[in-house]
């Protein structure tokens, strides 16, 4: 197995924002740790990490992120307290954070952007290839983007970013693809990429969702990144790099996602994501589904 086809075993979480769109809530506590439903939004990221296999996980933090650190961190005297009342049910659930991969830790001590906290990586992924899975994004398991796109990175090599297609009017919120199809129905091949477009110059709907596969010549190519928009080290330009020269690090291919996705990173997405995965738990979901249907008859 060629390097540039090297199979993926680590995957990188950034985690070191701000979260200023959920002040106050995120003054004191990070904004990866607000729950959706009954576990914090960070859990579902390294599970779906896990499940796919990827086992050795590193998070890039900053100022007041111990929250993650103890959350996936063994709690002797709470489990204590749970054996001693034999409530086994919450004590696998306290255990399950702490058992689903070998996490370390890195602090990004200057917030110069995304791409500047995948190169905080580097260190600790040395010349491996390596998975960027971003805490905003929240994919249901039953849909498995990362396995989809893993299986495309080891027939084609380089890099695969996750792609979903936006209504053409919100494609100034994302990084944005330019692609063209291949023999297979959701993948394509990705010729340029554009951070956050203005509608009319968007080279596509294509919108590149928090799930990217990297080869690590991105490293080299993010050293040589200058600034780009907001003042950031942008991860979108170091990808127009490796997709514009292949000889680098091998093609950029997307994975066109259609599946199930949930986004924690807006307030309303926040909430709707909460209400879609209560009503579809089988121990919260038929109270929950009757009681949202009073509720809407009753008051909308």
């Not at 979260?19 to 990070?30: C, D, E, I, S, V």
């Not at 907001?230 to 091998?250: R, V, Y």
């Amino acid at each position: 197995m060629t390097p540039s086809h090297a199979r993926i075993s680590k995957a990188v979480i950034p985690a070191a924002g701000l979260g200023t769109r959920f002040l106050p809530a995120t003054k004191a506590t990070p904004k990866e740790m607000l729950p959706v439903v009954d576990k914090p939004a960070i859990q579902y990221v390294v599970e779906e990490a896990s499940a796919a296999g990827l086992t050795d996980v590193l998070m890039v933090t900053g100022r007041n992120k111990r929250p993650l650190e103890d959350h996936f961190d063994r709690n002797y005297e709470l489990e204590e307290a749970l054996r001693r009342k034999g409530d086994g049910s919450r004590l696998a659930k306290v255990q399950e954070s702490s058992d689903l991969a070998t996490i370390h830790y890195v602090r990004q001590g200057d917030p110069k952007g995304l791409g500047h906290a995948v190169l905080c990586a580097a260190p600790h992924v040395g010349d491996e290839p390596f998975a960027v899975l971003l805490g905003d994004d929240l994919i249901d398991p039953r849909d498995p983007l990362l396995r989809r796109m893993i299986e495309v990175r080891e027939e084609h090599g380089g890099s695969v970013i996750g792609l979903m297609e936006v209504d053409p009017g919100s494609i100034h919120l994302y990084g944005c693809a330019a692609a063209t199809p291949t023999a297979d129905d959701d993948v394509v091949a990705v010729s340029d990429l554009v951070e956050k477009p203005e509608p009319a110059e968007a080279p596509s709907n294509l919108a590149i969702i928090g799930r990217y596969l990297l080869d690590p010549a991105v490293f080299e190519v993010l050293r040589k990144t200058t600034p780009g928009r907001g003042g950031e080290i942008q991860l979108t330009d170091a990808l127009q790099e490796l997709a514009a020269h292949p000889e680098l690090g091998g093609p950029v291919h997307g994975v066109v996602f259609k599946g199930r996705r949930y986004d924690t990173g807006d307030r309303g997405d926040y909430l709707r994501a909460i209400v879609r995965l209560a009503c579809e738990r089988e121990d919260l979901g038929p109270d929950f589904r009757a009681w949202l249907r009073s509720y809407v008859t009753e008051e909308m």
